[in-house]
C-alpha cells in the first residue's frame, strides 16, 4: 500500500469513528487509538499522539454549538479544569515511564468503562441545597427548562468531584482521549450537577485538558505529522457531520451498536497486550 | 447565568471554531503538499516507535521546516494552531472574569493558564 491510499483510509476510518462518536454521544476519539493499534499496527505512542489531537479538534469545534444551547457552566468548567490539566500533566509523563503493554491494559478497561456507563440507565438528582464549598467557589447555575422556566442547582460534594476529575485528567494524558465518561461521572454523580451541565461542560473542560498534555506529547515525538493529518481531519469532518445530523429516533440502536463495538475493541486491548502479541 | 457569563461563552464559541477552522485548513494545505510529493511512496511504517525529529516537535522546528519547504512542517504548525485554541480560550475568561471583577474566578482561570503554559513550554 502507498502512502496516499493509506492516508485515505486513515481518513474514511477516522471519518466514521468521529460521525459514530457524535451521533451515540460517546465521542469520537475514544475509538481512534483502538482502530489505529488494532486495525493499522499503529505502535501505541503514534496513535495517542493523533487520539489527543482529534480531541483538542472535536472539542473545540462542537464548542460554537454547545453556546448556543445555553447549559455549560464555566465556572464550574474552569474550577475543575485545575484538576483535569493536573492530572492530565501526570498521566503525559506516565506515558513515558510505563511500558507499552500497560497502556494498553488500561485503555482496554477504559474502553469497556464507556461502554457500560453509556448503556446504563441514568437517574438525574437535581439538588440546590446549599453546599457551603460549592456556594463559596459559585459553583452553581440555573438549568433552562424548555418552558422557559429555569431549575436552579447547587454543586455537591466538591472534593469528591475534584479528586475524580484529577483521575479523568490522569487517564486523558495516559490514553490521549478526553476521558468525557469519566468528567460526566464526577459532574453529575459525585456533584449531582444536572446531566445537560455535565455533557455540556464536560465537552468545553476535554481541549483545554487535552491541551496540557500536548506540550509532553510534542516533545516526546508521539506527533507524528503525516499520520494526524488524515486522522485529525476525518474525525472533525465526521464529529462536525454527526452533531448537525438530527436522527434522534435511531440514537439507541446506534449506541447499543457504538458499544458493542468498543466492547470488543477494549476486550481485544487487554487481551493482546497481556499475551504480550 | 449571568449576561455577561453568556455573551463570554459566546466570543469563546465564535474563538475556538475559526481556530479549529484555521488549523484545519493548514493541516489540509500541507497535507495535499505532502501528499503530492510522497503519495506515492510505500506507507510509512508506524509499528515501532520513534521519537518524531525535533523539527516536527517545536514551533521553532516548524517553522524552519516551512523555510525549508517540509510539508510536514506546515501540517506541524496547523497543528501548533489548534493547541493554542484552547489555551486562548482560558485567556479569553480571563478577560472575561476581570470584566465582570470575579477576582476568585480571575485566580482560578489563571492557575489554569499557569498549568498549560508550564506544560508547552517550560516541562522537560
Known sequence: MNELWFSLILFV???????????????GGVVIVPVL??????????A????????????????????????????IGMFLEIATTLGALVGAWLTTKVPTQAIGIVFGVVLLYSAYASLKAKHEVI??????????LKLKGTLPLGDGSVQP?????????????SMAGVLSGLLGIGSGAVKVIAMDQAMLLPFKVSTTTSNFMIGVTAAASAGL???????????????MLGVLAGSLIGSGLLVRARVRTLKIVFSLLIIAMGVEMIVSNTIGR | ???????????VGVMLRTGVMLAAAI?????????????????????????????????????????????????????????????ARVGMCIAGFLFERDRMYVAVSSIVLAVLLYSLFLHK
Do not use: C
Not at chain 1, 439538588?127 to 463559596?136: E, G, H, P, Q, V
Not at chain 1, 460534594?157 to 479528586?163: D, H, I, L, N, S
Not at chain 2, 508506524?46 to 506546515?74: N, Q
Open chain 1, 48 to 75: 495517542i499522539g493523533a487520539s489527543l489531537v482529534s480531541v483538542i479538534a472535536t472539542s473545540s469545534g462542537a464548542a460554537a454549538a454547545y453556546v448556543r444551547e445555553g447549559f455549560s457552566n464555566i465556572r
Open chain 2, 27 to 87: 493541516v489540509l494545505t500541507g497535507g495535499v503538499l505532502y501528499l503530492a510529493q510522497h503519495g506515492g511512496q510505500p506507507r510509512t511504517d508506524y509499528r515501532v516507535f520513534h521519537p518524531e525529529p525535533w523539527r516536527f516537535a517545536s514551533l521553532k522546528g516548524a517553522v524552519t521546516g516551512i523555510a525549508t519547504g517540509d510539508p510536514r512542517s506546515i501540517i506541524m504548525f496547523g497543528l501548533l494552531v489548534l493547541i493554542a485554541t484552547p489555551v
Open chain 1, 217 to 231: 506529547y510534542l516533545r516526546s515525538g508521539y506527533l507524528a505529522p503525516a499520520l494526524v493529518m488524515p486522522v
Open chain 2, 1 to 11: 447565568m449571568s449576561w455577561t457569563d453568556k455573551r463570554i461563552e459566546t466570543w
Open chain 1, 13 to 27: 476510518s477516522s471519518l466514521a469513528a468521529g460521525l459514530l462518536g457524535a451521533l451515540s454521544g460517546l465521542g
Open chain 1, 127 to 136: 439538588t440546590d441545597k446549599a453546599d457551603a464549598l460549592a456556594l463559596r
Open chain 1, 153 to 165: 442547582y447547587v454543586g455537591q460534594r466538591v472534593p469528591a468531584g475534584f479528586g475524580l476529575m
Open chain 1, 37 to 46: 493499534t488494532i486495525l493499522f499496527h499503529v505502535d501505541i505512542h503514534y
